[in-house]
Structure formats: structure tokens, C-alpha cells
């Protein structure tokens, strides 16, 4: 089993739809939680940190259930630039801590 | 603010030839720093870490090496390339283990390698 899933997609949505991304983890001493965005051939930048519950930034809602081990993204009023791969990613707890990637999720925003 | 940068941004090498790839930070001091690489169509591949200068530690066996040689410079280096070391290499930050949002990491614009 993977460390961190995500469905990779891609999911098609037109502008202005919601849509929701699921990550599973499984490492229960994963500590906290992030969304990275990846444009193509680009970087990946950091979108949200989830360190609690969850939070929410604009358009972008991010949820953390510890008990399932399961994050969500949730994306309202779509827009074409939300268009991009989005990576569920976990960071473990050791003597200097590391992050775990999952594969990403790729969404197509149409006009 | 932090910067990063890595290069070259692309670079088509032959195989057996040696590699050098570069990555600086501005802006912080004494960063926790990474290099990934990410395949065609797969998830970033943690390759080595490092917590201060001449401190290295790698993750998976493999024909590359890092090094520090200084506290904002990190190097990756192969003596011979093979075909399936091309790839998306990508150098990243994060604050000193242990402090605020240590945990976030922040990536450099990466390396488009293709050995041939």
C-alpha cells in the first residue's frame, strides 16, 4: 500500500463547478498535512497547510480526519487557472522529519 | 524573502557523462535542504537531505551524490549518468527542524534532465 493516495484523475469540471479531491495516508504518526499545486513542468508551490482540523483560504477548503487518515480539497467557483495537478503530501515525524508525496490528482477547469 | 534557485534549467547529457547540478538559497540561514527527482508521470522521489554543511544523508541507493559545501549551496552530482537518472530534479528549503513551519517546504524551479 502507498504511503499517501490520491486518485489521480484527471477530473474534467467546468468553470465555476466544486469539486473535491480524497487522500488517504497511512502512517498514523503522520503529524501534518499539506496541498501542493504543480503547474506543468513547473515546481510544485504550496497551496495549504492543514495542521488542525482543517481551514479554509478563499476558494480552497482543505479537512483532515486523523481518526480515518483521510484529507480532502475542496475547490469552489472553479476557474480556469485552478487548472493544474494538485499533490496530497504528509510530513512524518523523526529525528529531522521528511514529507510524503502522493502522485497528485490532475483537474481540467473548461470553459 | 526566501529565494532558490537551481540550473542549469535544462540540460541533455550522454550516457556515462558526468553531472553537476547546483542550488542556492537567499534570504535564510542554516535551511534545511533537499533534492527530489520526479520521473515521467510519477510522484517527487525524496533523493538526499541535508541539515547543515558537510551533513548529507540519502534516502535511496543510487548512483548520485549530494554535498554542501556551503550553509545556502547544495550540490548533485553523478560521475556517470544512466539512462534512468532523467528526470524533473527539484531542490527544495524548509526552516531548521524544530521551529515554526519547519515543516513546510518550499521547491526551486528545478532540472529537466535527459540523458541520451
Known amino acids: 500500500r502507498k504511503e499517501v493516495e490520491q486518485d489521480p484523475g484527471p477530473f474534467n469540471v467546468p468553470e465555476g463547478a466544486t469539486v473535491a479531491f480524497n487522500c488517504t495516508y497511512s502512517?498514523?504518526?503522520?503529524?501534518?498535512f499539506f496541498w501542493y499545486r504543480q503547474d506543468c513542468r513547473k515546481e510544485p508551490k504550496l497551496l495549504m497547510s492543514v495542521y488542525s482540523s482543517g481551514n479554509e483560504d478563499g476558494r480552497f477548503t482543505a479537512q483532515l480526519n486523523r481518526a480515518s487518515q483521510y484529507i480532502s480539497l475542496l475547490i469552489r467557483d472553479s476557474k480556469l487557472s485552478d487548472s493544474a495537478t494538485y499533490l496530497c503530501v504528509v510530513f512524518l515525524l523523526g529525528n529531522t522529519g521528511k514529507l510524503i508525496f502522493g502522485q497528485g490528482t490532475t483537474l481540467q477547469v473548461k470553459p | 524573502s526566501q529565494t532558490i534557485h537551481q540550473w542549469p534549467a535544462t540540460l541533455v547529457q550522454p550516457v556515462g557523462s558526468p553531472l553537476s547540478l547546483e542550488c542556492t538559497v537567499e534570504g535564510t540561514s542554516n535551511p534545511n535542504l533537499y533534492w527530489y527527482r520526479q520521473a515521467a508521470g510519477r510522484g517527487l522521489q525524496l533523493l538526499f537531505y541535508s541539515v547543515g554543511i558537510g551533513q548529507i544523508s540519502s534516502e535511496v541507493p543510487q548512483n548520485l551524490s549530494a554535498s554542501r559545501p556551503q550553509d545556502r549551496q547544495f550540490i548533485l552530482s553523478s560521475k556517470k549518468l544512466l539512462l534512468s537518472d532523467s528526470g524533473f530534479y527539484l531542490c527544495?528549503?524548509?526552516?531548521?527542524?524544530?521551529?515554526?513551519?519547519?515543516?513546510?517546504?518550499?521547491f526551486g524551479p528545478g532540472t529537466r534532465l535527459t540523458v541520451t
Open positions: 527544495a528549503w524548509s526552516k531548521p527542524y524544530g521551529g515554526p513551519k519547519s515543516d513546510e517546504q518550499y
Open positions: 502512517n498514523s504518526a503522520s503529524q501534518s
